[in-house]
Every structure is written in C-alpha cells, then in structure tokens.
C-alpha cells in the first residue's frame, strides 16, 4: 500500500455493545493490517455518533473501555497507529459545524440510514442522526485524510466527505485532500437467524449474533440453530442458499482459504456436521482475542491512558489545520 501514495488513513467504530464478528472480519482483521502498511493510521472510538440514539451514561462509559479493549486484544498496537476516544478532541464537532454550514439539507434527507433510523424512531430521529454524516465528514477531513477503509454501506457517506472538501476547496483555496475509499474485500457477515440481514449487534434475536468475547458454548450453540435450508451438502449458492452461503463466508474469511477451497474440504459433511465444523474454526480463532480481553478489561486505568495518550497524538495533528480552516473562513 505504501507504494500507491498513502498518506493518511482514517476509520473510526461506534462504542455501541461488543463488535461481533462481522465488525472482526469486516473491519477489525483490515485494521490490524493497515497498520502495518501505513505510517500514518487514525482508528477513532467515535462515542459523539454514538449520541444519535439515546445511551445510559454509564453503559456508554463502559462500552468506551470495552471497545479499547477489544481493539487491543485483535492487534491494535497503540504504537502503530493513533487509538482515540472522538470526544476528547473538541475540534471535530467545531469542525463539523462549519462543514454543516456547507450542507443542504435535502442532501441529508436523500441518506438510506436516515430513512431507516427515523421511521424506526416514530419519525422522531433527532438533529444529530440528521447530520451525523456531517460529523463524520469531519472526523475524515480533520487529518486531511487520504483514504479510508469503507463497508457498502458507507459509501454514500464517503461521497458526501468527498463532496465537502471539494465545497470547501472551491469557497476558500486548495486545502483538504479528496479523500479516496478503501473498499473492504470482505462479503458482509449476515445474521445467523436471518440470512437475508446482515449481523448486527443490535438484533433482538441473541442467536443471531456471535460476539467476539462470546464464550465456546455460546459460538457452538449460536452456529448449531443457524438457519440454512433443506438441503444437506455444502455449496455456496448466496441467491438460492443464502444461510449455508453465509457459513462458508464466514468460515473461508476465518480460516484464509478460499470459498472454493473450503466447498472443497466440506465434500461429504451434511450442513449439521458442516455447521460444528465452522462453529469450532470461529472459537479457536475467537480464544486468544477472548482471554486477552478479559485481561485488558481488568485494567481500566491502562485502557484510560491508551486513550488519553491517543487523544494527544490526535489533537497534534487536527490543532493545526483547525486553526488554518479558521483563518480560511474567516474566525482569525
């Protein structure tokens, strides 16, 4: 990557709950690796987005530590890459201010997940779900970002990112990169109930979900009721066989070997037997991230001075170009 003129990478992940393993394979496994291949690597617990739905303060301090944890636990090396908590950096909701100055509003209605979240709400979504997108422009252009490692359903939001630095290039000087999407190769991880969603931590169905600090018993019970169909090989059909093609998504992207490969090794084995095998692949790479979670989770003033030191390296970089956006539209 470094080769292709990489500067500055960017993502940030909610403190909404345990990532499950569609967050590990999606994103997490990816993180892990950009760290490696970029000198420049912002990864953000973006706790302002996680407002945009209502949040019991103390679940919401703990989700914080919990998802530092997990971070760490999967590989997140703090001396790699700038680990943070968004709120301890006051120039991203200033920034995003300005930003929303430069957004029309039929912009923000045009977005699926606002549509969605505010039906689901009585139509009583707030501002903040209204324009979080905004925020999350910010969060990007803050570091002048150059890329950043996307899911599907991001892209629209990227494109909104992309569409305010350029508004604001034109309205004020040449001054943030276009930040580029770094698409992530991996296929979504549906739910386990309900192979036509995809995993969410915030399903009501327990099963459908495999967290990734779910204990063995948990991962094997989640994966025996996994819903596939009536048929009992192993094929990997997403449109006809959507359950039985989700086990093989997960199950290739977890192993490393490729959907061919492990059609391949199940030849013979009925879905039940198929689903155990998946099951076990899924705790044995899951045990290690588990057990040093557990660890790190213990020491909250460990995981406070992993984010307090973040939030410095963080406010380094973004101090400065705040203060030019400043001078740029006119506050200085």
Known sequence: LQNKGL??????????GIPHLGNYLGALTSWVKLQEECS?????IVDLHSLTVPRDPTVLRASILDVTAILLACGINPQKCILFQQSQVAEHAELGWILGCLTNIPRLQHFPQWKVKNASQMNEGTAGLFTYPVLQAADILLYKSTHVPVGEDQVLHLELTQDLARRFNKKYGEFFPVPKTMLTAMKKVRSLRDPTAKMSKSDPQKLATVGVTDCPEEILLKFRKAVTDFTSEVTYDPDRRPGVSNLVTIHSAIT???????????TGLDTAHYKTVVAEAVIEKLAPIRSEFKKLREDGAYLEKVLQTGA???KTLAAPVYQEVKRLVGFL
């Open 256 to 266: 490393g070997l490729s959907i061919e490969e492990v059609v391949c090794q199940s």
């Open 312 to 314: 410095e390296k963080a």
């Open 7 to 16: 500067k500055r990478i960017f993502s940030g992940i909610q403190p909404t």
């Open 40 to 44: 420049s690597v912002l990864f953000s």
